[in-house]
């Protein structure tokens, strides 16, 4: 094995951690902030996808890009207002019951629509092309996937430390309560980040398109890898989303190379010894 596979590795791990914090970003901001478990997340990822797979075939992929996170972001409204919000008031375990749910009925939805048969969403052509690096060829779009993450990553940062909008956000992670009495229109922030979460979940979707086959299991089967980032990292955390996406895209990704007969139980060792040393994550915000 020379450098230029450990370079393969190196991208390759990073390319899914990218894609690992564009949906667990918008997730740990909700568990953050509103205090709601909201498994149905993986659900609207792969909403995301089909609804960017469907505008691309008849628009182009940048249409299907642009399109999926608004249609996300408005299903998430719709969800928020006859749901969410009066799920809010509720225990965790009728939280997860409902959004468990919700998981399924989004399935079926999206069986109804589009069938179980796979949809495939080209890459672009300005995205089409690999790069020389190290000995190896690496895709384009790949780099494409990193760039997107690392641009959500500056972009949450700067409107997070920037921003009133990010100081209010800050304060209700911190304590809600305390943010109401501040005057602080909590119910409205939650509603925002909730739609905006729900907007990066498509957004997600749309970019792991053309990497994956697009089928209705897809958002169960990225669930799981969610929530372990978010756990690792830390409740309401957007260091915490990060660096518990570069954990579990090392981790799976080396953790393959090194010993693969242990490489899908490497990494629930790992967040059981967080849990064991450190419940609340890594980084959890205050609140968290």
């Not at 980040?193 to 089928?215: D, E, K, R, T, Y």
């Amino acid at each position: 094995m020379d450098i230029s596979f450990w370079i393969l590795q190196l991208l390759n791990a990073l390319q899914l951690s990218m894609l690992l914090f564009l949906l667990s970003v918008g997730l740990t901001v909700i568990f953050g902030l509103m205090h709601f478990v909201n498994l149905a997340h993986g659900a609207l990822y792969a909403l995301g996808a089909y609804i960017a797979a469907s505008v691309a075939a008849s628009m182009g992929y940048w249409a299907g890009v642009l399109v999926a996170p608004f249609a996300v972001a408005v299903l998430g409204l719709i969800l928020y207002q006859f749901l969410i919000k009066r799920m809010r008031s509720s225990g965790p375990m009728a939280q997860v019951l409902v959004t468990f749910g919700l998981i399924f009925a989004l399935l079926d939805i999206t069986r109804l629509i589009w069938g179980d048969l796979a949809l495939a969403l080209d890459v672009p052509e300005l995205l089409a092309g690999r790069v020389s690096i190290g000995g190896i060829e690496y895709p384009v779009y790949r780099f494409f996937v990193m760039a997107v993450g690392l641009v959500a990553l500056v972009v949450l940062h700067l409107m997070l430390t920037k921003t009133q909008l990010g100081a209010m956000i800050r304060a209700g992670v911190d304590n809600d309560k305390m943010a109401a009495c501040l005057g602080i229109n909590v119910e409205r922030l939650f509603f925002l980040v909730f739609c905006v979460g729900c907007a990066l979940a498509g957004l997600a979707g749309a970019v792991a398109a053309p990497l994956l086959s697009v089928v209705p299991e897809m958002g169960v089967d990225i669930l799981i890898p969610t929530l372990i980032v978010i756990v690792i990292g830390g409740l309401g955390s957007l260091k915490g989303a990060i660096v518990g996406s570069l954990i579990y895209g090392f981790v799976q990704t080396f953790g393959a190379v090194f010993a693969p007969q242990l490489a899908s139980v490497m990494i629930y060792v790992l967040l059981a010894l967080v849990l064991v040393m450190r419940p609340s994550g890594l980084f959890p915000a205050k609140g968290g």
